[in-house]
Structures are given as structure tokens and as C-alpha cells.
């Protein structure tokens, strides 16, 4: 059995290419265009790991975390920021309001997988690779 991924980001081409490497490599992926429809994703859905942009319509991504971590039913799914804030102190920003993992946009395709995978148990891992790598490219 895989993992259930939630990814929540309102940019409908980052979006895209984040389902499709996830799908690519045998996860089930949950999607959401804004915080609010996260948060009732990941209440109703309790997907196995969560992959959430900062800067999103309705709720931003540190109002999602914050409510994930606040219940009790949600705050050990690992929840990882993947976002366009890359400046100095935007990390420990991120980590601080309770994010377990940061990644900068624009995503490495090659590593993405395999970097979300060091969050999830190894019985949740994917058990092959898809086709789905490239040469090093990246996008927003």
C-alpha cells in the first residue's frame, strides 16, 4: 500500500506537475485549490502525508498548519511547505509554525519524490519508480 497525499496550491501549474510525479510514482493524490478546502480535506480524508503552498485564496498555508497541529486527529501527518518564499529566514520561519519539512519553488523534479518519501513511514513508500524523471528540470 501506498501513501495518500493532500496537495494544496492555487497555482494550477505547480499543481499539476506535483499530481502527476506523485501519481507517477503510485500515490494517491487528494488535491485543493485553497486552504479552506484543505483543512476539510485533510479532516475528512486523513491523507498520509500533506504538501501545502504559503500563499493561498481563503486560508494560507501557516492558518492550515496551524489548524492541523492544533487537532488532535490530524497533527502527526507530516506536513511539508512547498512554497515560492526562499529568502533568508523563510525556512525557520516555516518550520517554527509548525511545518516538518520546507521546499522552494521552484521544485527540482528530479529529487521531489524522493525528498517527500524521507517523511513518510517506508510501508508507505512507493515500491517502484515511474518514468515520471527528468532531465533536471524545475518549474514554479
Given at each position: 500500500m501506498t501513501a495518500r497525499i493532500l496537495i494544496a496550491e492555487d497555482h494550477p501549474h505547480s499543481l499539476e506537475l506535483m499530481r502527476y510525479l506523485l501519481q507517477a510514482h503510485g500515490y494517491t493524490v487528494l488535491t485543493a485549490v485553497d486552504g479552506e478546502l484543505a483543512l476539510t480535506l485533510a479532516r475528512h480524508e486523513r491523507p498520509d502525508l500533506i504538501v501545502c503552498d504559503l500563499q493561498m485564496p481563503k486560508m494560507?498555508?501557516?492558518?492550515?498548519?496551524?489548524?492541523?497541529?492544533?487537532?488532535?486527529?490530524?497533527?502527526?501527518?507530516?506536513?511539508?511547505?512547498v512554497t515560492a518564499f526562499s529568502m533568508i529566514g523563510d525556512r525557520e520561519k516555516v518550520l517554527a509554525s509548525g511545518f516538518d519539512g520546507y521546499f522552494s519553488k521552484p521544485i527540482e523534479v528530479e529529487r521531489f519524490v524522493a525528498e517527500l518519501e524521507q517523511y513518510l513511514p517506508p510501508s508507505l513508500r512507493a515500491q517502484s519508480r515511474g518514468d515520471a524523471?527528468?532531465?533536471?528540470?524545475?518549474?514554479?
Open positions: 494560507n498555508g501557516y492558518e492550515v498548519a496551524f489548524q492541523i497541529k492544533r487537532d488532535e486527529r490530524l497533527c502527526h501527518i507530516p506536513l511539508i511547505a524523471r527528468s532531465g533536471g528540470e524545475t518549474w514554479p
